[in-house]
């Protein structure tokens, strides 16, 4: 059974930051393509972060240069580095997995992530 289960989320000061970690169990990670949304408030679910197929990565143009996706296939983990963190920052994060071939999606439960002074 595919799990995804994310942690690192909390209260942060504008400027702070944090390290989301996304551990997976169920799959080899290898075959699956990982990226990191959010979701605030009103707001719809989107990509903050993920790795390409072509082995690469992607940002959305509001976290370039703050955050950083990366992974630990020994750890079967996904991290998300996020720095110079913003009040706009505030949201659900979400681990999501998509097989390479099928494309079938896997989500985790999320994580609060929360800007404010």
């Known amino acids: 059974q595919v799990q995804l289960v994310e942690s690192g989320g909390g209260l942060v000061q504008p400027g702070g930051s944090l390290r989301l970690s996304c551990a997976v169990s169920?799959?080899?990670?290898?075959?699956?393509?990982m990226g990191w949304h959010r979701q605030a408030p009103g707001n719809q679910r989107e990509l903050v972060a993920s790795f390409t197929s072509g082995g690469g990565t992607h940002y959305a143009d509001s976290v370039k240069g703050r955050f950083t996706i990366s992974r630990d296939n020994t750890k079967s983990t996904v991290y998300l580095q996020m720095n110079g963190l913003k009040p706009e920052d505030t949201a659900v994060y979400y681990c999501?997995?998509?097989?390479?071939?099928?494309?079938?999606?896997?989500w985790g439960q999320g994580t609060q992530v929360t800007v404010s002074s």
């Open positions: 999501k997995a998509a097989h390479i071939a099928t494309q079938r999606d896997y």
């Open positions: 169920g799959m080899f990670l290898s075959l699956y393509t």
